[in-house]
């Protein structure tokens, strides 16, 4: 029997999400460092003792916004699997999406998110460490199911698929000059085209790239 959240859940639960809103828009807008309890509680149109009821200090709303950012990425990475694409595919857009989500959660405040590189740099290694553990997991998961399926040659998922992470991190925010994380369309090109030479590795029929895609549509000869 499933039963509905008690009022007071609901309300606890949105006023959490209020909060980490927020503070999603003061890093944005002034980065970790001049981002105040205060000026939190009033973006949020709550107390400020409120915001201490949820967190106990910026640093941990900080955090916890990261953390449901990642919660998010992972959620996405999840319904990749889930859908009904063999599974080069859904390997291939599992690993555009986790380079591509954090590109578009960090657009318009690369300062905020420096800010808290040098401030929390402990704390984010370590969560950093915990996230990439469990998106190798999902990546794995596709990884077994087509090597059941005879789509994919895998000896080790989880190896690849840790190595496969290790592989896109060169992409991701933290590893990009400003003028990269400005440019959506050319690192949505770098990372297709990295994802398409992994997955090849793994591939006993290679998917199609979106390089493929456009020349099959325009006529042209496609080439391997």
Partial sequence: MVTNPHPKHRECSANREIILD??????REFGYKRMTIDELARHAGLGKGTVYLYFQSKEDVALSYIDRQNIMLQDS????????????NRLRAMLIQRV????????????GI???????????????SKYMEVEAR?????????????????????????????ATNSLLPHSLS???????????????????????????????????????????????
């Fill in 77 to 88: 990475l999840k319904q990749i699997l889930q859908s009904d694409q063999p599974a080069s």
């Fill in 178 to 224: 400003p003028t990269q994380l400005g440019d959506e369309r050319r690192l949505y090109e770098r990372v297709s085209t990295l994802s398409d030479l992994l997955v090849r590795s793994v591939s006993r029929q290679a998917p199609t790239s979106a390089r493929d895609s456009a020349q099959k549509n325009s006529g042209e000869p496609v080439t391997n």
């Fill in 22 to 27: 927020a503070a999603a828009e003061l890093l």
């Fill in 114 to 128: 420096d800010d808290l590189l040098i401030d929390l740099r402990p704390q984010l290694f370590d969560r950093r």
């Fill in 138 to 166: 999902i990546l794995a998961e596709v990884l077994i199911e087509g090597r059941i399926l005879g789509e994919l040659i895998v000896d080790d998922p989880f190896q690849v698929a840790e190595a496969f992470v290790d």
């Fill in 100 to 111: 591509m989500f954090r590109f578009q959660s960090v657009q318009g405040h690369k300062q």
